[in-house]
């Protein structure tokens, strides 16, 4: 079945850094969402991407469309604390339809 | 405003016995999905319903697993009986839109199947 890849799977990082993560498929997508989780709740969305190449930005957060269509990528710029937790990616095959495949996750840990 | 609200938030019970999870969607918002997440398995979509009608229940597991939607404000999972390949973290999530994506997530209930 179709399996979506998230890179990596967790990252410990200094505050002040750039994150950097990945989402990569098997398929060809047409549409990308970035979720952030954190414990004991719910999957937020952060970001929703339309178009092949798309770049969008929410905050510190800034996601992109991959042009081959099957990857996407979150990247957050100067991280702080609260930064930490889950990053899903989620992606829609075919249009109009309310099936999305979620990643793995990639679990952010912010060093002070 | 209020977001989508799950109850009960933790659920501990013995194999065999019914379980009903219970969520309320944002108001206004015509699609409705249940999720579970595992460790193993990740989020994983079980039914979706618009208008209240459901649209696709090919990911309940089998058919010890039942969701229904009787209004706009409230939808149940059901599952009877219960078996510890269940445990889990059950979402609820919510949307104004078809073919949309799932935009509001509530908080969850963690069941533990003894």
């Known amino acids: 079945g179709q399996q979506l890849n998230q890179s990596p799977q967790s990252m410990f990082i200094q505050e002040g850094e750039d994150v950097s993560m990945n989402c990569t498929s098997s398929?060809?997508?047409?549409?990308w969402l970035w979720y952030k989780q954190d414990p004991g709740e719910g999957p937020v969305l952060l970001i929703a991407?339309?178009?092949?190449?798309e770049l969008t930005s929410n905050g510190r957060l800034t996601a992109q469309f991959g042009i081959t269509r099957k990857d996407s990528f979150l990247n957050i710029s100067a991280s702080i604390p609260s930064d930490v937790g889950i990053y899903f990616c989620?992606?829609?095959?075919?249009?109009?339809?309310?099936?999305?495949?979620f990643g793995t996750g990639t679990r952010l840990k912010v060093l002070a | 405003d209020a977001g989508v609200i799950q109850s009960p938030r933790h659920e501990v019970t013995e194999m065999g016995q019914e379980v009903t999870l219970r969520c309320k969607p944002i108001?206004?918002?015509?699609?409705l999905f249940w999720y579970r997440q595992t460790m193993m398995r990740g989020l994983e979509l079980l039914i979706y319903?618009?208008?209240?009608?459901?649209?696709?229940d090919s990911g309940m597991p089998e058919d010890r697993f039942s969701a229904k939607m009787p209004n706009a404000s409230f939808s149940t999972l059901k599952i009877q009986p219960s078996e510890p390949r269940d445990s889990a973290v059950y979402f609820c999530?919510?949307?104004?839109?078809?073919?949309?994506?799932?935009?509001?997530f509530g908080d969850g209930t963690r069941l533990s199947i003894l």
């Open positions: 398929s060809i997508f047409n549409t």
């Open positions: 319903f618009n208008n209240n009608v459901p649209i696709d």
């Open positions: 991407l339309y178009k092949a190449g």
């Open positions: 989620a992606g829609r095959v075919t249009s109009g339809t309310y099936k999305y495949i």
């Open positions: 108001s206004g918002h015509n699609s």
């Open positions: 999530a919510s949307s104004f839109s078809g073919g949309g994506q799932p935009q509001h």
